[in-house]
Every structure is written in structure tokens, then in C-alpha cells.
């Protein structure tokens, strides 16, 4: 099983990546900078400047090393700014919603960033979309990418990849970092081996893969 967790929020200062994140064969996910402008401050107090560079490391994004030295996180991926749906009102005379959609009125917009002065965006005119940002946002851009690696391995007729496997895949495509809060050496306490991209995983280069084969594996005592 691929376990992927979040570094969490407490960033900059080095160290701050708590359990389960520091486990050993966790997939640590710190937070990049998305690039999507508001149009000013949002419910969590970031700035348009704090999503416009996708070569920055998001200022919250918790670092490594873990207590025992070893480096984390693992990845990055966007984190700020970062799009989603909103839970919409259910119609009992129709199966879709309103033209600019309704939220349900239990969505407060609790803990989720929002827009401008609003817990939607765009701001004005619609219920159907809000953007957040976090840690718990770059997460599972990474755990969608393990899944996606997973299921290249079994369209190649090929065994599916075992964690070990699919965590070395995501690294030989990951891209380096190297702007505010990266720009350090391999792998680093605050963007791991990089971030995770798709386009470098499944460009069609041909790979030497062995799997946990039996005469590499370390089996004595």
C-alpha cells in the first residue's frame, strides 16, 4: 500500500514536518506555489505574490529534517491557491443546479480559504467554486500521480509497481525547484526531490526497472 501524507503548515522553520509525515515509508508532500492571482488577500491571509511562482516553496509549508536527520518531505506539489468544487444545495425538481449553482447551507467555508472578502471564487456571481491552500491541497496532486503510475505499470503489462517502486518513479520525474525557499541540493528539507511532473514520468523514455527482485533484495540476517 502507497501511503501518501501531507508535511503540514508550520513553516518556514526547519524541523516542523510532525508524525505520520516523518514515518519512514510515508510519502511526505510539502506545498509549492500554485500560480492562480485572487485579485488580493484571501481568507487565509495570502497574497497574490504568495501564488505566482511555480519555482517558489509555499512560505507554510512545514520542513525537515526528521529528529533522527533524515531529509523530508519527499515531493512537492502546487499548494496555494489551489481550485476546488463547492458542495452544492441538493434539488429535489431537478437533478443540476442553478445556473451559478447553490451552495448547501451547511458550507460555512470553515478553515477553506475562499477568495476576495468571500468564501467563493470568483468572488462574485457564483456558489459552484473556492480555492484553499495547504499542505492537505499539494497532498493528493501527489497521491493522484502514484495512482496514475501505478495503473502506466499495469497498461505495459507489467507487474504493479511495488511503494518503494512507485515513490522512485514520481523522483526520476520530479522537477527542480529553484526559487524562493528552494534552489538547495537533492534531496532537501523543503522540496524533497522536487515536484512531482507528470509530463517527465510518462514521456516514453525508456527506463531500466527492477522491482524488488529477489537477488537485490537484502535477505540475511
Known amino acids: 500500500m502507497v501511503v501518501v501524507f501531507s508535511a503540514g503548515n508550520s513553516g518556514p ?3 516542523t514536518i510532525g508524525s505520520p509525515g ?5 510519502i511526505t508532500v510539502g506545498a509549492a506555489e500554485n500560480v492562480q492571482p485572487l485579485g488580493g488577500t484571501d481568507g487565509c ?3 497574490d505574490t ?3 511562482s511555480a519555482n517558489d516553496i509555499a512560505g507554510f509549508s512545514s520542513r525537515g529534517p526528521c529528529a533522527d536527520g533524515r531529509a523530508k518531505p519527499d515531493f512537492v506539489a502546487p499548494g496555494t491557491h489551489v481550485s476546488g468544487g463547492v458542495w452544492q444545495a441538493a434539488n429535489p425538481l431537478s437533478p443540476l443546479p442553478g445556473v ?3 451552495a448547501d447551507p451547511a458550507f460555512r467555508g470553515y478553515e477553506v480559504c475562499g477568495g476576495v472578502n468571500s468564501v467563493f471564487f470568483p468572488s462574485v456571481g457564483q456558489e459552484y467554486y473556492t480555492t484553499s491552500s ?3 491541497h499539494s497532498c493528493p496532486a501527489v497521491a493522484g500521480a502514484a495512482a496514475l503510475a501505478r495503473q502506466d505499470f499495469i497498461n505495459k503489462g507489467l507487474l504493479p509497481p511495488s511503494p518503494a517502486m512507485t515513490k522512485a518513479f514520481l523522483a526520476i520525474g520530479a522537477r527542480y525547484l529553484n ?5 538547495d541540493t537533492l ?5 524533497g526531490m522536487g515536484m512531482v511532473n507528470l509530463g517527465t514520468m510518462f514521456d516514453g523514455t525508456a527506463r531500466f526497472i527492477r522491482d524488488q527482485l529477489a537477488a537485490d533484495k537484502f535477505t540475511a540476517t
Open 22 to 26: 516523518v514515518a519512514k515509508n510515508v
Open 134 to 136: 495547504g499542505t492537505s
Open 187 to 191: 534531496p532537501s528539507t523543503s522540496q
Open 13 to 15: 522553520t526547519g524541523g
Open 50 to 52: 504568495d501564488a505566482n
Open 45 to 47: 491571509n495570502l497574497l
Open 179 to 183: 526559487g524562493s525557499g528552494a534552489n
Open 100 to 102: 451559478t449553482g447553490t
